[in-house]
């Protein structure tokens, strides 16, 4: 599309945009009295409207039913979480049988690693992308530990080229083969947190798997971002948090995935709880573990319904719209940020670089030369919320669900203003 930096052009956009609708379905915050620009869905989302009426009908329901809530409610308790596994099956391309809802996601990857991390022989090592999430970095390094290896020696990182900001797929799949039979676990984020990036997951999985791994992904930035197709990529297991573009609200809790050929299995390595036994025979609270057929073996405990109904509310925006659209606009979006970023390096000569490689969802991560954190500062003044990464980045997360086109251009001129200053 031939692009214009004009806010008439900006506004034409939003005209044509089929989804400009759900830009009032959001709670943005005001600074200065007026709407933010808000850039940092890819942090913590925005407040979907119709979540409060989810939370409160959890709230009306304890009060009015108490313990009978978990059974009698319109929306009972004890099966809540099931109504997230259809839609949320859709969003990241998996059987609905594939998915749950549980715990946070660091959490869930050391459960997952119980299960998908087993040393044996020479085959102990982990692949991982260098400066992966920090989280990620101690995840991994616990669990090799717990298994009496040296995280030096047992896990292994790609790094990216000499001068470049992006890691490249060649670079990754011969590391898989170099490492071969000792490869034990492929553990990336899909999307990087860092630079945007997003991994060819169809490629690396189907390469780990041919050396014989495992393969997971932390898909925190990637959930409700890009197009995932995990079960046909034949991906072994994900885990993603829902408070950045899924919209479900602070720390709140995380999606699973886990390939269908895992389910119903009592000899695989697996943390259990009641929540895991099969549900028709729950509460004759028998000491068997029975799993149940499906992902859900993998859960612990009775779901902590007043994180998951903002989860549900917000996966009914995703059902209506579908990921296809939403991709669609995401894409001509942050096209239209990229073009706009461009001008303004060419009026104020080039103060700043998009390190973010053109395999990417919505985010673009700007390298500022020069007083970066003054820029992000007065920007925050202005009204754009963005976001901070040392050594000098900020992350722009244009988000389809709530960011209009006249956004981009708007940003864009504040930006020349206060490069200009
Ligand atoms: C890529 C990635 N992995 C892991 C995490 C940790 O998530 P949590 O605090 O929900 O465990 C985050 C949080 O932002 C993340 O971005």
Redesign the pocket.
Known sequence: MDFRNTLEFSQQLDREDPLSSYRDEFICPLINGKRAIYFTGNSLGLQPKRTQEYVNEVMNDWAGLAVEGHFKAEKAWWDYHERLAEPLSAVVGALPEEITVMN????NLHLLMVSFYRPEGKRFKILCEEKA?P??QYMLNSQVRFHGYDPEEAIVEVAKREGEHHWRTEDVIQKIEELGDELALVLI?GVN?YNGQVFDMEEITRAGKRAGAFVGW?L??AAGNVLLKLHDWDVDFAAW?SYKYMNSGP?NV?GVYIHKRYHGMKDIPRFEGWWGTRKESRFLMEPEFEPMPNAEAWQLSNAPILSVAPYLASLTLFEEVGMERLRAKSTILTAYLEFIMKEVARDVKGNFEIITPKERGCQLSVFLHGEGKQVFHELMNRGVITDWREPNVIRLAPTPFYNSFEEMYRFGELLKNILAE
Do not use: W
């Open positions: 946070t996601l660091t959490v999430f989280s990620d984020g947190y932390d925190a930035h948090c720390g995380s």
